[in-house]
């Protein structure tokens, strides 16, 4: 008895570290290093997606959001393309944890970057992007069961979807102007 104690002991601990860093890989990113690093930060809605395979043999999906809005950056078309890690092509699936996975009717404020993925051949997929810092690069907006909107991503759920826009500054690009708004406006 005196031998399974430490035995016990040890288990738990081991169990207790390895769930540690099983959810350990993905880490907050806040709101202000979101803006600060992304080059366009968008309020847009996922109205198609294609999946596609690249020359390495990995699936990817090509997301065709419509703007809404511009709340950081320069940016002239009515579409833009934001490509994510995996999808579906006859039959092969490829998923990625931890990583953006888009949805058709998905809305939200994107945090977008120049895309690194290689990018889709298919006519009608404008611009590529890719998010800031996966799945925190996007801010969906959802109504809940009383129809009131909300707002959340991995780390945060923002009851009022205003904080979203008054928590960081956004600088938009018209009219040969640079305008920071410190809200929604």
Known sequence: MKNAIPTIILALLGLLLAQTSAFGQLYEVSLDDKIEHSTLVIEGKVIESQCYRAVNGDIY?????????ILKGYYREKFLTITTWGGEIDGEIQTWTHLLTLNKGDYGLFFLEPTNFPVIQAAGFPAPFDVYS????????VQNEVKAWVAHEPFHIYTDVEAVYSGGNYTTYSGGNYTTHSGGN
């Open 61 to 69: 999906t090509a997301n065709k959001v419509e703007l809404g809005s």
């Open 134 to 141: 996966g799945q925190q690069g996007f801010v969906a907006f």
